[in-house]
């Protein structure tokens, strides 16, 4: 097998049997790994089956309505993951392996992007509340021998998972319904429903080391609310912003939807914050030369940082 659309027409058949599209293509993809299914991907890239796995759960996504089962672009992961190599490159040339945790894992896309990115580098734990994502996650992996710890929870209730090196996170948005958990938190809002996306941020640097780092795809209207003050506060005291980056608008189909990268270190009484914080925009990634420019840039800034 050469390339991707051969995979995704094998499981894209099988799974349009199926009642349920995705439930047929977690069904196929875990007959494959029981060995009940011939498919072969000799030589196939792992980044070509994680294509061809992404595509078909996108099908599936769009064959349902379900509000929660979006799944983030290959793009953002692209993105992401030079931000993390750059943060990480001591550690990296040193060999060591990252630990990263995606609290709101989802599918795994944005998760198996980066760990393909840095093929070897990655052990990685994931949360995720939805049943059937959570499972489609653990299929994908094993098809990519990616190695994942995943637990099938509400994100923001107590973990049983260690601090990671770094957290990855496509921020759920909107009201956290569980009004009694997000009194725990230092972000629950004073009055009314508080915010999926600011309590994950809490509990994300719950569950990081100190001097660890965080990667989140944020809203980019996420300091504009009116609970952005609390927010504010938070973040003053338990980490330093590193940068914040906005991804270019043709990414997105309408303003509300456009998001940014926001990368936050926690605090360490070993480090010291940043002289400044990085605020910069991706160019259109179509222009090669200008996203090279615009890498340059982050490079610079990080050795004088
Ligand atoms: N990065 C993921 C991917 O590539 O598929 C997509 C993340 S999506 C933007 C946010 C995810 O958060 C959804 O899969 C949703 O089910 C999950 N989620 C929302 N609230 C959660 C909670 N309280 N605990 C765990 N997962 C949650």
Redesign the pocket.
Known sequence: MRNFETLFAILNTEAEKADNYLEGLLATLDEWLDGERDIHVDGLPKEEMRKAIQIAILKGMRKSTQP?????PDTFGFLLSFFVEQAFEDKLAKKETLKVT??????????YTLMNAMDGKIEATG????EL?IQLAAATANVLEQPVELHH????TDLLIDPADAIV????YGY?PNEEVALDYELCAPEGMSF?HHLFIEQSVNYVKDGGYLFFLIPATLFESEQAPQLHKYLKKHVWIQSVIQLPENLFTARAHEKSILVLQKKSAELRAPKEVLLAKVPNMQNKEALAMFFEKVRIWKENK
Do not use: I, K
Request: aromatic share 4%; hydrophobic share 45%.
């Open positions: 929660n089962h979006q799944m983030t995606d609290l709101a894992v989802g599918t795994g896309n944005l998760l949360v995720e509340v939805d994502l929870q509400d994100a923001l996170c496509d921020l759920p956290y999926a």
